[in-house]
């Protein structure tokens, strides 16, 4: 559906968009260097991890300056913004907003001054769901201190409630930050700082990715490798579930504020990383393309060309296309300039639907049996639209196969999934979702082949969009949503 303000926001259909991820964040220690200009490359590189606001901010050990608008990182800043950010440490943030309204209250990094001087800035990747426990923690803490609750201040996202409550203690840093995070529930990697430190946490679960890449004059962390690689920073290792790591003139140091309990989100293979980027020590694409292998083999069909639906379907496509002995073809082509769009939807619009940003080659379509390989389906808006534009361009055949299980419960995680309520899969079987979209038939990788690309261990991977088992309890607002799902994972239960 359109957003309420009447804006279209989805990448390929206005009314049915994609799996979207909250953001991307980065944090950059290095003296000597044009950290501003650093962090905004790094920026650059997690642009598809959000893309309705970008800001950072800089350090110099006296002052710190926060900058930030809506739209893309190209878009926010400048040469002359970036000149005028200057110190050696940076914290960037790349944002899609899942808790809190798409405005410029809500774009990150957070500010807050601390008791007894200074700044507070931070970035948060993912969702949290304590929220309503942390602002009775703020308000217990420090009674006259302005709680960020959307219905008395001017900020909604939980990113601004961990940000005042860091302020409702004193002391460094590093300490603050290791009273602070026990408190937090759900996913988040933080990368946050004051005027002299630069620190790093992830969740004990792990749900949100967070690495820790070398700079030759200090230390990158991000979301994704592929920022470190941007920035040319030699990649280090992953930041560990509950882990925090600190860097300042003295170095870096590494603490845990809890214990890990390997969670980490499936989708991140499927769709949400950038191909380019390793997680677990593989490299996205490669697990990718693994999957489509094993899509050709759980679904094989009889057709003349596999293609894919651009770019998140290539290295499926790739891999069904190889598996199967099938030729692969390149039968869409992307408008790379149609991202998110601040147009009126009017009806002439809407009737646009997927050709917003694809267009079939006809010459290639026409007469021949297609298997197009796309990421995921979740409402089914795009996938019907996507048939009826293959048959349009004469297709004799389409074979819609999708290298993710059938997506069929909401992430409370960071991840901006539908509600149960206008997901497509759920109650419905494989067949029925074929029909309805239109297709000759469908398949779907399975959960156990899915895992199996991923050379990660089941249990140490979050499944709850497809199997219904979340790893951290879910907000009490949203357990109905969840009622006849296995909706804690058991190690949860028993803390």
């Not at 200057?86 to 500010?111: C, E, I, K, L």
């Not at 996205?284 to 639906?309: C, S, Y």
Request: proline residues 5%; contains cysteine.
């Amino acid at each position: 559906m359109p957003r309420a303000d009447g804006r279209l926001t989805a990448d390929l259909d206005p009314h049915d968009h994609g799996p979207q991820d909250a953001c991307g964040v980065i944090g950059i220690y290095a003296p000597g260097e044009e950290v501003s200009k650093l962090t905004y490359f790094g920026m650059y590189a997690l642009q598809h991890r959000g893309q309705e606001s970008a800001g950072m901010a800089v350090s110099d050990g006296r002052r710190m300056m926060v900058f930030k608008d809506m739209g893309l990182v190209s878009q926010v800043f400048d040469e002359a913004t970036l000149n005028s950010l200057r110190g050696h440490m940076a914290v960037g943030h790349t944002r899609y907003s899942t808790t809190g309204a798409s405005v410029w209250d809500n774009a990150q990094p957070t500010f807050r001054s601390r008791q007894g001087g200074g700044g507070l800035a931070l970035a948060h990747n993912g969702n949290l769901t304590n929220t309503d426990a942390l602002e009775a923690l703020i308000v217990e803490r420090a009674p006259n201190t302005d709680v960020p609750h959307k219905d008395r201040m001017d900020s909604s996202n939980d990113t601004s409630l961990v940000t005042a409550l860091m302020t409702t203690y004193d002391g460094t840093l590093e300490e603050v930050a290791a009273q602070v995070l026990p408190h937090l529930k759900g996913a988040f990697s933080l990368v946050f700082m004051d005027d002299h430190t630069l620190c790093a946490a992830r969740d004990p679960q792990g749900i949100r990715p967070l690495v820790l890449g070398r700079l030759s004059s200090g230390w990158v962390v991000a979301s994704e490798t592929a920022a470190i690689d941007i920035v040319g920073g030699t990649f280090v290792r992953e930041i560990e579930p509950g882990e925090m790591i600190a860097i300042d003139a003295a170095g870096l140091r590494t603490s845990h504020f809890a214990e890990a309990r390997p969670k980490g989100c499936i989708f991140e293979y499927v769709y949400l990383a950038r191909p380019d980027t390793v997680i677990a020590g593989r490299r996205i694409h490669n697990v990718r393309v693994k999957i489509g292998k094993i899509l050709a083999q759980e679904h094989p069909v009889d057709a003349d060309l596999v293609i894919p639906v651009p770019e998140s379907g290539t290295p499926a496509a790739i891999g069904y296309a190889d598996e199967s002995g099938i030729p692969y073809g390149m039968g869409l082509v992307k408008n790379s300039y149609v991202g998110r769009t601040f147009i009126q939807p009017s009806q002439t619009l809407r009737n646009l639907g997927i050709r917003l940003k694809l267009n079939p080659l006809r010459d290639v379509i026409e007469g021949r049996r297609i298997v197009v390989v796309d990421d995921s389906i979740v409402r089914g808006n795009t996938q019907r639209q996507l048939v009826r534009m293959l048959r349009e361009a004469g297709a004799a055949e389409v074979h819609v196969r999708i290298s993710s299980p059938p997506v069929e419960w909401p992430c409370f995680y960071g991840i901006d999934f539908a509600t149960r309520a206008q997901l497509i899969a759920p109650g419905l079987e494989v067949e029925d979702i074929c029909r309805s979209i239109g297709a000759d038939s469908l398949g779907y990788v399975s959960l156990e082949g899915l895992v199996r690309a991923t050379h990660v261990d089941a249990d140490n991977l979050c499944r709850a969009c497809f199997d219904g088992v979340y790893p951290v309890q879910v907000p009490a607002s949203a357990r109905d949503v969840v009622a006849d799902a296995t909706h804690t994972d058991p190690d949860e239960e028993k803390q």
